[in-house]
Structures are given as structure tokens and as C-alpha cells.
């Protein structure tokens, strides 16, 4: 599957699961929502990083700092 398809796969879902937090909060869907859309976007901009060691990277650089403030706020 061509990357640039999947990046833009993954803005939907990720988008999808934000709206679903907002419609049901304190279910913590925000966290991969927003990974899944950071990841999308950054697989839009880039498609070669999509499919490389770096895409792990970047979900565990986003998710932590969110799930933190997730948690603390």
C-alpha cells in the first residue's frame, strides 16, 4: 500500500478517535487519537520515514509527553 495512503488512513482513524473522546470523556482515546494523528501527518509529509524504525520513535517521542499531560490534567 502506497504510504502516503496509509499516512492519510491514519489522520482519519486518529481523527475518528478524538471525536469519540469528545463524545465520551475520561475513556482516554485521546492518547492514540492524537499519536495516530501526529503520525499521519508527519507519514503525509514524509512517506519515506512511514515505513522505517522511525515511526516507533515518533509514536513513543508523542505518546509519552500526552499520556503525561493526559494523566496530570
Known sequence: MDPFTVAVILIIVGALLLIVEAFSPGAFIVIPGTVLVIIGLIGAAYPDILY?????????????????LTVKG
Open 52 to 68: 522505517t524504525w522511525w515511526s516507533p520513535v515518533i509514536a513513543l517521542v508523542v505518546a509519552v509527553p500526552v499520556t503525561a
